[in-house]
């Protein structure tokens, strides 16, 4: 079983920056595709980014386009999430999730595609 834990939660003031760490306890390299999902006062498991471990292709959500960044580190096997120019509605709670290697990512932004995942780190971003 895959085991991932996140970090780096916390409270932050509108426009200001978090960086979320994603640690791997298990072997999520290779194929896996490693992503981003928040639980918010209006969505639940809404899509954040995510990140193809092999060849590094990244995908993002829309809203955080431009202010989020997914990034990797292939020697620990951590994923991270650079949040930038943060607003109140990013509030919510972050989860890393790990989704085995499939031929394609086209459900990248489902959490259906993904089988393991954190307990989750809490975000808080006042006005």
């Known amino acids: 079983q895959v085991q991932l834990v996140e970090s780096g939660g916390g409270l932050v003031q509108a426009g200001g920056s978090l960086r979320l760490s994603c640690s791997a306890f298990?072997?999520?390299?290779?194929?896996?595709?490693l992503g981003w999902f928040r639980h918010t006062i209006d969505q639940a498991r809404e899509f954040v980014a995510a990140?193809?471990?092999?060849?590094?292709?990244?995908y993002y959500a829309d809203s955080v386009k431009g202010r989020f960044t997914i990034s990797r580190d292939n020697d620990t096997i951590t994923v991270y999430l650079q949040m930038n120019s943060l607003k109140p509605e990013d509030t919510g709670v972050y989860y890393c999730?790990?989704?085995?290697?499939?031929?394609?990512?086209?459900?990248?932004?489902?959490?259906?595609?993904?089988?393991?995942w954190g307990q989750g780190t809490q975000v808080t971003v006042s006005s």
């Open positions: 999730a790990a989704g085995s290697p499939r031929p394609y990512n086209i459900y990248y932004n489902s959490a259906r595609r993904y089988e393991h």
């Open positions: 298990a072997r999520t390299g290779g194929g896996f595709l």
């Open positions: 990140l193809a471990w092999s060849g590094g292709t990244t």
